[in-house]
């Protein structure tokens, strides 16, 4: 079975320091990843993705992830953390094949402290 | 990418009544996917509702619980059945989606149950 696996449950960093949320994924051959945010009362909203092509994947906010196959890891990344980046971050996955749906990790909660 | 209005955003239940939520999407697509975000946790798939056909529950839900319609291919509703106060969670509807995002989701449905 698909598993996405976010091992923080928290990430705390100080404004300005750069920031990491990790992420894991299980899906064998060409894994779909996303990155989503979700600030509180509010919907999900869509970061980036990595489906094929360059490794880095920049998108938005600043926010970028590294493909990592070796690793089977999807790392969100950011240089400079903003207290406004305070949020639930999910990491998610589908199978490369059709209409399946998205797999989500458990959620990291990143607090950028001033 | 498909746009998706979800109706209703919240509202308050008495325990033993029932919801019905409504996704209506401003395409035509094959697969409409039902998540549930229990507080403060990530979404699980509840099911995928499928134009044509019964939908397909993920282990731990079940249809008299869940009953979803899928009446044609921009439309589907999902019911939560005799409510508890477990049953408190927000509630999502997803596509598949052209474009960049790869997926749309509703704006979900935010649930309290007294």
């Known amino acids: 079975a698909q598993s996405v696996a976010q091992p923080e449950d928290q990430v705390n960093v100080a404004e300005g320091n750069p920031l990491t949320v990790k992420c894991t994924y299980s899906v064998s051959g060409n894994p779909y990843l996303f990155w989503y945010v979700q600030y509180p009362n509010r919907g999900l909203q869509f970061l980036l993705k990595y489906i094929t092509g360059d490794n880095l994947v920049k998108g938005s906010y600043g926010f970028e992830a590294e493909f990592n196959k070796s690793q089977t890891s999807f790392h969100l990344k950011k240089p400079s953390a903003l207290v406004s980046d305070s949020a639930l971050y999910f990491c998610a996955e589908r199978q490369n094949s059709g209409n399946t749906p998205l797999v989500f990790g458990k959620g990291t909660r990143l607090s950028v402290i001033a | 990418s498909a746009v998706i209005s979800q109706k209703p955003s919240r509202d308050i239940c008495q325990r033993g009544t029932s919801l019905t939520i409504q996704c209506q999407v401003d395409?035509?697509?094959?697969?409409m996917f039902w998540y549930r975000q229990q507080p403060g946790q990530s979404l699980t798939l509840i099911a995928t509702a499928n134009q044509g056909s019964e939908a397909t529950y993920e282990s731990g839900f079940v249809i008299d619980k869940f009953p979803i319609s899928r009446p044609n291919l921009t439309f589907s509703t999902l019911t939560v059945s005799n409510m508890s106060p477990e049953d408190s969670s927000i509630y999502l509807c997803s596509v598949v989606s052209a474009g960049e995002y790869g997926y749309t989701f509703g704006s979900g449905t935010r649930l309290t149950v007294v």
């Open positions: 395409s035509q697509v094959t697969m």
